[in-house]
């Protein structure tokens, strides 16, 4: 399939690193030896978190990972409590103690004011939402002939394959979600792709009405397929809330809740994988307001509803931007982008939501609230855009001479 002489070359002139993440079909007994390969991991990073722990509280050093390997692992094999961590593969318990390793630097990089501050690691639970191992080169796992996915001391696991792979992936993590979905994880470095020039350049904005607004005056509104899945989560929270507390059928109905939550995670990241990658591949550059800033205008509730999914898309356009040699810019600052008239630049002082059209009292354009803003966040970025794109009518002149106000003479448009 691949020339890993022609990959590995690729990969050291151009490393990005990319996660592939497919469904698994494990069989009845392939997730009983993930839940053991799960439960192992979990009791050597407890083991591991616990001995420094101690080690902390009665003053002694800061016990290196490879003492700890060596004790919690290969030691601890030998004695009757844990001699069951044999029956995994001991990869996945090395990395486990690498993922606490992490936990713990992030932790101190926090005090050190090198990145935002973080709790310290804490104690791993078999009612933990999230359950995950992984498998590096070292374990020696494989993709058969046949398409599944060969976990040591676990078997050859049904894979649903919907995309290919760029190149052969060195890591493996396997992953049970809180629905009791099984996944596997991929990190690939593949090599940049190259895209055909695109000229036109875009301006986002990010906005309630509708998901996204571009400068060009498109309106991009969520797919069916999510608000489908958004409608079958609500209504299997409304039959959670009705279900009489510690009954079975709760128990069932909060099963479905979850299951529900995790489609319209999925169906979401469907959609802003879709969209971003429409944006990047049509633009050769692409602003968006920087969400921070943007935040500051909305309320509460909508921020919390939204700003998730935003960034979550804006940082898809980001990385697929630098993947494929696009331009990918932020506006920082504070820009009133649904105040100033896009086609003549007139500051026109805020406006409540509902209204959708106005009129520049400069220049009489009529301008679309939305597309206005895009076109705005598209210039700040200092991005070639027509601001033809949000105006519902160019304000050709005399007629609109009652409206504009205290700007009667009409300005030539620095856009046209
Ligand atoms: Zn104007």
Known sequence: MFSSALISRLCTVIGVQLRYSFRLYPSAGQRTALARAFGCARVVYNDALRARETARSEGLPFPKTGKLSKQLITEAKKTPERAWLGEVSAVILQQSLRDLDSAYKNFFDGLKGKRPRMGAPRYKSRKDTRQ??????????????????????????????????????????????????????????????????????????????????????????????????????????????????????????????????????????????????????????????????????????????????????????????????????????FEPTSQVCSACGMQDGPKPLHVRVWTCRACGAVLDRDTNAAVNVAKAAGLAVSAHGAQVRPGPVPAQRGEAGTHPTPQPSTAR
């Open 132 to 333: 995950a191992v992984r498998f590096t080169a070292n374990a020696r796992w494989s993709i058969t002939p046949g398409g599944k996915l060969r976990l040591p001391k676990i078997g050859d696991v049904k894979v649903k394959w919907s995309r290919s792979l760029p190149s052969v992936p060195s890591t493996v993590t396997v992953v049970k979600d809180s629905a009791g979905r099984y996944f596997a994880s991929f990190v690939v470095t593949g090599p940049a792709e190259t895209l055909p020039e695109a000229t036109p350049e875009i301006g986002i904005d990010l906005g309630l009405t509708h998901f996204a607004v571009l400068s060009d005056g498109t309106k991009i509104d969520s797919p069916r397929f999510l608000r489908r899945a958004e409608k079958r989560l609500k209504k299997a929270q409304r039959a959670l809330s009705r279900k009489e507390k510690g009954s079975k059928n709760r128990d069932r109905a909060r099963h479905k809740v979850a299951r529900a939550h995790a489609q319209v995670a999925d169906a979401r990241r469907e959609f802003h994988h879709q969209l971003s990658t429409r944006l990047i591949r049509e633009n050769q550059a692409v602003a968006v307001e920087d969400l921070a800033v943007k935040g500051l205008a909305r309320t509460r509730l909508a921020k919390s509803v939204h700003d998730a999914g935003w960034s979550a898309f804006v940082a898809m356009l980001e990385y697929k931007a630098a993947r494929y040699g696009r331009t990918f810019v932020r506006v920082g600052r």
